[in-house]
T-cell receptor, first 111, second 114 residues
Framework: NAGVTQTPKFQVLKTGQSMTLQCAQDMNHNSMYWYRQDPGMGLRLIYYSASEGTTDKGEVPNGYNVSRLNKREFSLRLESAAPSQTSVYFC??????????FGSGTRLTVV | AQSVTQPDIHITVSEGASLELRCNYSYGATPYLFWYVQSPGQGLQLLLKYFSGDTLVQGIKGFEAEFKRSQSSFNLRKPSVHWSDAAEYFCAVGGDSGYSTLTFGKGTMLLVSP
């Protein structure tokens, strides 16, 4: 099915470890986004990419880096994971005014 | 800065009763408004959106929302709630650009009682 695919779905990291969350969309959308969701906090924007080759910080970028590898793929990297980064991470894509299409999320636990 | 307030953290509604979820926004220009629904362990699904025109918008699953500029509100309604509507609902606001960054409210958890 067309949409946004995130991998992995679940991950447990030890403090200080690094990892990359992968996101790919097959809808030829220009813009892609990474959000984190924490209980009682709603969704907060980490980084976004308005178009291929560009990335910008969102509300909570500290501790993260991103790469817009091509039009389809937008990855989120944690260089040195901290317990405060335990969260559910959502990738989304957008074309025009259609509203975001979200992936199913990655549940990350940092111990 | 843009912001969204969903005043109700939890709402319990009897099955078959009507529903209204409140959303107030702050945005410096013409807002684009959205409601999303999230079932447990799932991603977010778009229910409906408002860009311009008719202030009453229809969405999927029998939901509708009304944009009231004077009150900075975009409340979600459903005439008769079904048990399957139990989920978390998020209101979001963004702007008119090709790469609009949405700001989400903190969500309202809907519980449906028999």
């Amino acid at each position: 099915n067309a949409g946004v695919t995130q991998t992995p779905k679940f991950q447990v990291l030890k403090t200080g470890q690094s990892m990359t969350l992968q996101c790919a969309q097959d809808m030829n959308h220009n813009s892609m986004y990474w959000y984190r969701q924490d209980p009682g906090m709603g969704l907060r924007l980490i980084y976004y990419s308005a178009s291929e080759g560009t990335t910008d910080k969102g509300e909570v970028p500290n501790g993260y880096n991103v790469s817009r590898l091509n039009k389809r793929e937008f990855s989120l990297r944690l260089e040195s994971a901290a317990p405060s980064q335990t969260s559910v991470y959502f990738c989304a894509s957008l074309q025009g005014r259609g509203g975001y299409t979200f992936g199913s999320g990655t549940r990350l636990t940092v111990v | 800065a843009q912001s969204v307030t969903q005043p109700d953290i939890h709402i319990t509604v009897s099955e078959g009763a009507s529903l209204e979820l409140r959303c107030n926004y702050s945005y410096g220009a013409t807002p684009y408004l959205f409601w999303y629904v999230q079932s447990p362990g799932q991603g977010l699904q778009l229910l409906l959106k408002y860009f311009s025109g008719d202030t009453l918008v229809q969405g999927i699953k029998g939901f509708e929302a009304e944009f009231k500029r004077s009150q900075s509100s975009f409340n979600l309604r459903k005439p008769s709630v079904h048990w399957s509507d139990a989920a978390e609902y998020f209101c979001a606001v963004g702007g008119d650009s090709g790469y609009s960054t949405l700001t989400f409210g903190k969500g309202t958890m809907l519980l449906v009682s028999p």
